[in-house]
């Protein structure tokens, strides 16, 4: 059975960090690009960073750029997803996804598997 299990989300002040991690089972992770998207009430979900396969290229969205990490593990079959110096404007829901083509693409449609969301809430 293909899951992702996204975990790491949580309560913190503007200005702290969170690591957020996506566990995979069921497919053969190394051969998939990886990617996180968030969304809040009312917007579309939006893009936030993506890492190709084998790690040797990786995507940011202007939004977090400098402030985020997405590393890869591919023995563990993770990928995570570091941000600092988080705003209110970071609160969302954050969603793991696999793209089956191994790339770092931007576009949620490019990508065959989601996990269920992990809220992050950053209070002012």
């Known amino acids: 059975q293909v899951q992702l299990v996204e975990s790491g989300g949580g309560l913190v002040q503007a200005g702290g960090s969170l690591r957020l991690s996506c566990v995979a089972s069921?497919?053969?992770?190394?051969?998939?690009?990886a990617g996180w998207f968030r969304q809040s009430p009312g917007k579309e979900r939006e893009f936030v960073a993506a890492?190709?396969?084998?790690?040797?290229?990786?995507l940011y969205a202007a939004s977090v750029k400098g402030r985020s990490t997405i590393t890869r593990d591919d023995a563990k079959k993770m990928v995570i997803l570091q941000m600092n110096s988080l705003k209110p404007d970071d609160t969302a829901v954050y969603y793991c996804?696999?793209?089956?083509?191994?790339?770092?693409?931007?576009?949620?449609?490019?990508?065959?598997?989601w996990g269920q969301g992990t809220q992050v809430t950053v209070s002012s």
């Open positions: 996804a696999l793209d089956s083509a191994g790339n770092r693409a931007p576009f949620a449609n490019r990508y065959d598997v």
């Open positions: 069921g497919l053969p992770f190394r051969e998939y690009g």
């Open positions: 890492i190709e396969r084998d790690a040797e290229s990786t």
